[in-house]
């Protein structure tokens, strides 16, 4: 192994949003031996998006110091569901959801971390906490209070407004933070959303007698709405498992204002080529910037070359992309509701129709706004849907 780097806490921490505690990272980060980073993921989506790469890249950054990275799949926490963020309890997945997930989380991570034995630990929580007894969960739950856990901001949000709150999201944090006692952590990485979870972290190592863990907490993405955070369930999510091409059109859709957040947590750029970009570069240069670097980083240089050509192809200069797909249908007319849905550009008829009534669907060159329209397959007619999917159809 080589010897793990001994950065200035301001190297390391760039971009978190507060750490716990800057002195006790210091003194770990020079004690000379490797530390242990944990992070810990639920599978409960599919899909892994920017917003997870914003940890995923703090974790690379520890891993590039000669440092361990301990990715947790929670596999047993999932099926509570974590209450953090959420006014509502959660909807508990079922198994085989989980293990669908889980099965992917591996190979997207690795698009961002070092995935070699020496740099990687992949542990799931079913292994400790499938093994605990009512007994010892009697324990595990004598080392805090019901106060401490609903000074949790969104149990007394809940509180507050009569929304209930089950058993098992208090127990939620205990699991979280038992699995740093298991795996020995020495920093913890989260959103901020993850604060109360990671807290709980360092309480139970101390209540354990172990040396605390130090919590880094990171900003969270805004997804590309620009209002929510970045989430599948908000629909505004970019996955890392996303071709170059839209991965760089949904780059450029974000508002502008959303630059400056995703330049600090998601590119390595010095904080002086930033400002730069921001407050001396035409605002679509900029982002087509950021859309390279993002691009590059999850796929190849010529990758993010490409889809920054096919871009100002498709939608400087209008024109059609070079490698348009051709979809069949088997009827003509066809609804448009129906055929949106048939080629793939949306996963309900209820979601085909709203692309509609948003106007955001063209056919033949001529906007369709009324989700009852039939059209007719004549040629290979154009279909648009929102800036994006788009593929000529023909009929079979």
Known sequence: MTSPGTPTVDTITRGAEHVYSPQELQA????????????????????????HCVVLKKMRQFQNLGHKAVLIIGDYTARIGDPSGRDTTRPVLDGKAIEDNAATYLDQAGKVLDTSEERLEVRRNSEWLGALKLDDVLKLAGLVTVQQMLHRENFKLRMRDGTEIV????????MQGYDSV???????????????????GRELMAKHGMEKQVVMVLPILVGTDGSEKMSKSKGNTIAVTDSPDDMFGKVMSIPDTLMANYYQLLTDLPSSRITSL???????????????????????PQ????????????????????DIEVKAVASSPIGIVELIRHVGFAASN?????????????????KVTDPQSQVAIEGQPVLKVGKR????VTKK
């Open 278 to 300: 921001l407050t001396e570069t035409h605002p679509r240069e900029a982002k087509d910037v950021l859309a390279r670097v993002i691009v590059e980083s999850l796929h190849t």
């Open 182 to 200: 298991v795996i020995n952590a020495d920093v913890e990485l989260g959103g901020t959303d993850q604060t109360f979870n990671n807290l709980m």
């Open 350 to 366: 209820s979601e085909a129709r709203r692309l509609v009534e948003q106007g955001g669907v063209t056919f033949a060159d001529e």
């Open 389 to 392: 999917r788009v593929c000529k």
């Open 167 to 174: 058993l098992s999201e208090l127990v939620y944090p205990l």
């Open 28 to 51: 770990k980060l020079a004690s000379g031996r490797q530390l242990r980073i944990k992070l810990g993921m639920d599978p409960t989506a599919p899909d892994i998006h920017l917003g």
């Open 303 to 322: 990758a993010a070359n490409a889809a920054s050509g096919e871009f100002t192809k498709r939608f400087s200069q209008q024109q059609l992309p070079s």
